[in-house]
């Protein structure tokens, strides 16, 4: 009987402890009844951050959520009027956490709070933006946050910028953490922007007046293969400095903003080899280890000088590694308020930028964060050359931002399609999305956001647009694996002829699997970029034995243009400025204007063989049915 009431009273307490324990480890449900908290007089900050939940969470749950100042229990409390504790979190980071079942967002600096918003939208509401027009929010009765909650977020880099078409938009790049001012304008309330001031690139020209003094004082131009050029200046002449100084300190006088915590002056060499090599420039290089870097770096410093002792604490001065002063120099360093943006413009992507590939980009990177404190790069990721054509360098864009990380860099730029309202093909928007995200989290899981973009942005053809995009993946570059950004189509990806079978029945899944006629316009319009390398790779319809290859060229021209595609590639234009004979005949790489075309001597030859050859109508037609029968 003992035992039997000893079992009795374990079994009770056990019961009784029950519902505490399973509260103690159950999820937080918040729902339409929750409300938003805010301190009495809330911030800029404050008031965003609350205003951005209070309408994506009336979308979710279809009503409206109400933001207080006061609240017992069943809220999220913002800023101020939260508990969770930032005192060690980075600038612009954030902290995301439970205490006694109600959620807490804090952050840091200007951007923290606002980041964790939309970091708790995307992270338990399922709120992606992955672009201006494709924002995905499910609705919902209720979300689960777990009752363990503690996410705490620092900024992997101080400068994240892309350009593209989506990263424009501010609610994308406050979604996907972008943060540099040339292409968004973000409000004070959103948390700004890190701006760069008077220009972004190729700026010594205009600042140190090359144009202004050829004529009455030659030797401030630089001296390259004997000859004084505008292309650059001489970095050495103190009169050369002093005009530099003066024209920095004049943009300053205007255009400083004292409250910014970062601004930046781009000092940074014009857009040529034509560096200087008068007897001082020569002199100074070789006292640094031979290197061109020498001088630009000397040059920087002197400007930063002059804007420190201005008093100008939030602002630095920008300068390139870039062609010849990619390397860094010996027993000179840069000041603390300047930064060296390094450019990765002769690399190859089809590898990451660690790879054997790019020995010596890693190696002037490595070099660079030994001596530089504000270490910024310049990525690229597009094909400047044949814009339309596919561009398969997805399966570095995630590991060159960790490389990034790894070294110390801490400010990075993807320079993309820029032109993208012009040139609208291929796969920008998700490229776009992915370096964003990269840039976020260079740790994130990238191939579930590639699958969610997909899904998100072609609908349910997506999962075969992501097949596709993984084919393309694994066959980048040449034979040698190689891939740089002035390549010919053909060169930027080798897909034997059964893979490229392969690649036209996906195509056609996705297109069939296209519920609404946006999905599918999507599907269309990044498949332009695969017929555009077929055509510039005699591939599939577009094959020598295929003697519809011209009427598939035209249309393909036709298609491009009823996208609203105008340009072909950087300062490249299609339409009125190309002769139909050339469209018909040359292989897209080689489409040109006439006064272009006449100077290209393989697009001739071509054009001559292609002419030659459709005079043999019967015999093409015959090889071009067994083509077809066995490549089908």
Known sequence: MKKFLCLLLTLCMLAAAAPFSVAADADVTVDGAWRILIPDSPTAYENYAAEKLQSCLGEVFGTEIPVVSEAADHYIALGGASRADVSDVAPNGYRITVIDGNIHIAGTAQRGLQAGAYRFLEEFCGRKVYTADAVVLPKAERVAVPAGTDIVYEPYFEYADTDW????????????????????????????????????????????????????????????????????????????VEICKRNVLDLLARQHNPDAPLQIVSVTQNDNHSNCQCENCRAFEAAHGGKPSATVVNFANQIADAVKEAGYDNVAIDTFAYYYSQSAPEGIVPRDNVIIRLCSILCSFATPLDSKDNTDFYKDLQDWAKICKRLYVWDYATNYLHTCTVFPNFGVIQRNAQIFRENNVRGVYVEGNYYMDSCDTEFGDLRAYMIAKSLQDPYCDIDSEMSGFCDGFYGPGGKYVKKIVDLFTRHAGTFDGTMCIYFGSWACMRLPAITAATVDRLWEKAEQAAETDEQLQRIKRS????????????????????????????????DLLDSGVTMLSEGRYTAASIDPEVVRYASPDHWLPAQDFETDEVGQKMMKYELLAEKFPPLLGIIAYFYTLFNS
């Open 527 to 558: 498949e332009l970029s695969w017929r555009w390398w077929k055509a510039c790779s005699g591939s599939r319809e577009f094959s020598f034995f295929g003697f519809k290859r011209g009427d598939e060229k035209e249309k393909l021209l036709q």
């Open 165 to 240: 078409k989506s990263p424009h938009d501010p609610e994308f790049s406050m979604a996907n953490g972008l943060n540099g001012g040339t292409y968004r304008r973000l409000s004070f309330a959103q948390g700004g922007t890190v701006d760069y001031i008077g220009g972004f690139c190729h700026t010594m020209g205009g600042l140190c007046e090359t144009e202004k003094y050829k004529d009455s004082h030659p030797e401030y131009l630089a001296l390259h293969d004997g000859v004084r050029t505008t292309d650059q200046p001489c970095l050495t002449n103190p009169d050369v």
